[in-house]
């Protein structure tokens, strides 16, 4: 099993939204017996809740489930996961910093996978947080293209290890 971890501040916008779009691809690609994907965030201020009712209302009308509660990203994860997505350069030393004191698994951006950009360019997803619906409508907007890159690359490392 593949294990993908998507992180963020609060856990409850960003990097749900990404876990539950490439979620619904690994499915739609039938990798689901091969590829596990959850998300956690860097603080725990949200642990618990459900997603931001934005995400929420986002995700459905795009047609993607919305089932998320927010948990804070612990260290023992990084024996278990295998690529830790962060949703912006902050999430990344965050994750890198912990990589670094811990081990663990791959750190990358998850709009490193989008392949639209140039390299290093606006690599980070947005925060829609503060922002309206239209926020969300954004962020999904940029997150579903990283997420079908990343399924590629997904793809690839699961067949250099069979």
């Known amino acids: 099993m593949y294990r993908v971890c998507f992180v963020c501040t609060g856990n409850i916008c960003r990097s749900p ?12 690609a039938g990798l689901a017996d091969r590829v596990a994907v959850d998300s956690g965030g860097t603080r725990d201020v ?13 995700l459905e ?3 993607y489930p919305s089932g998320h509660t927010a948990r804070l990203f612990r260290p023992r994860w990084l024996r278990t996961r295998d690529l830790l997505v962060a949703l912006d350069v902050g999430h990344e030393r965050f994750l890198r910093r ?30 829609p947080y503060t922002g ?3 926020a969300f409508v954004d962020c999904l907007a940029v997150v579903e293209p990283a997420c079908r890159g990343l399924l590629q690359d997904v793809r690839r490392r699961l067949a250099m290890a069979a």
């Open 17 to 28: 939204m990404a876990a539950l779009v490439f979620g619904a691809l690994v499915e739609r």
């Open 61 to 63: 009308a795009a047609g």
């Open 132 to 134: 309206g619906e239209a």
């Open 98 to 127: 912990m990589v670094e004191r811990h081990g663990g698994g791959e750190v990358a951006l998850l709009r490193s996978f989008d392949p639209s950009l140039p390299d290093g360019s606006g690599l980070g997803v947005p925060d």
């Open 46 to 58: 949200f642990a618990g809740c459900t997603a931001d009712v934005r995400a929420i209302a986002v």
